[in-house]
């Protein structure tokens, strides 16, 4: 179904405290519990709006009740060269997403 698709993972968290977590890259298998995706993770602190993109690509295999949502990106997104903005609507930092709405970064 999500095979080769591209997505955005958004991770959940443990306590109020921990930054939120979103892993962006392209699913490599789909299963009923599990999800293997090739991509980045963004780390985003919203105590000093501050985030963090990893530098390598990884393959990481999820579990699916870590994952609170997917989001399936357009075809033509490069999550080797991501952007971020700023929303309009509220000030708070967004991924650049090219024909698309902005993706927040908070939940």
Known sequence: MLRDKKVSLRLRRNFPDDPFRLFVGEVKEFTENWILVRGKEI???PETEDFKVAKEIRIVCFPREV?????V?????????MEFGIDPADGRIALKIPGAPLHRLEE
């Open 43 to 45: 780390t985003y602190y």
């Open 67 to 71: 994952v609170l949502a997917i989001r």
């Open 73 to 81: 990106l357009p075809d033509h997104f490069d999550f080797q060269k």
